[in-house]
T-cell receptor, first 114, second 114 residues
Framework: GDSVTQMEGPVTLSEEAFLTINCTYT??????LFWYVQYPGEGLQLLLK?????DKGSNKGFEATYRKETTSFHLEKGSVQVSDSAVYFC?????????????FGTGTLLAVQP | DVKVTQSSRYLVKRTGEKVFLECVQD?????MFWYRQDPGLGLRLIYF???????EKGDIPEGYSVSREKKERFSLILESASTNQTSMYLC?????????????FGPGTRLTVL
């Protein structure tokens, strides 16, 4: 079945460092891919998405490119801030289907130190 | 803005109690979901509903049931709470159809079963 694998955390960075959180997936057909972020004490919110191969999703300085050849959707940011400290989830929605079910990775905790 | 609310942020119950977790969304979404979130396991789907009175089992339905009598409200029921159901519970909703719609999450209910 479909699955998502993302790098284990925690990831600890200093402010202004470069961030990469790896995400790879297994799916049939052409899934849509998402990154969600969960700030402390809150629910998840959509950070960015990509719906077809070679699409780049971007938001708040974060980017991720849908790479079908490597089945990857790595999250990157050029210069992290303390306010980016959160848990990041990679997710996919399988091709077809009407219920918008998502399959989530295990989450990666990012801690940014001043 | 879409708003998904959950009845409690924190809940403490005793083993064997019947527990109700309520979720309400205000955007007329067809689909609603209940997840539990545990460290190292990410989000796991318990149940979802794609219409009033309709429900489908997710990946971990054992020990849970759901109710959807009105479109805006989706309830998760723990018939007889057990300590292994101590977790964070997240509700989400999304429009129906084949589009690439994001899921909108509530803030979560942290349930402790003693």
């Amino acid at each position: 079945g479909d699955s998502v694998t993302q790098m284990e955390g925690p990831v600890t960075l200093s402010e202004e460092a470069f961030l990469t959180i790896n995400c790879t997936y297994t799916a049939t057909g052409y899934p849509s891919l998402f990154w969600y972020v969960q700030y402390p004490g809150e629910g998840l919110q959509l950070l960015l998405k990509a719906t077809k191969a070679d699409d780049k999703g971007s938001n708040k300085g974060f980017e991720a490119t849908y790479r079908k050849e490597t089945t990857s959707f790595h999250l990157e940011k050029g210069s992290v801030q303390v306010s980016d400290s959160a848990v990041y989830f990679c997710a996919l929605r399988g091709y077809g289907g009407a219920t918008n079910k998502l399959i989530f990775g295990t989450g990666t905790l990012l801690a940014v130190q001043p | 803005d879409v708003k998904v609310t959950q009845s409690s942020r924190y809940l403490v119950k005793r083993t064997g109690e019947k527990v109700f977790l309520e979720c309400v969304q205000d955007m007329d979404h067809e689909n609603m979901f209940w997840y539990r979130q545990d460290p190292g396991l990410g989000l796991r789907l318990i149940y979802f509903s794609y219409d009033v009175k309709m429900k489908e089992k997710g990946d971990i339905p054992e020990g849970y049931s759901v109710s959807r009598e009105k479109k805006e409200r989706f309830s998760l029921i723990l018939e007889s709470a057990s300590t292994n159901q101590t977790s964070m519970y997240l509700c989400a909703s999304t429009p129906g159809g084949q589009g690439y719609n994001e899921q909108f999450f509530g803030p979560g209910t942290r349930l402790t079963v003693l």
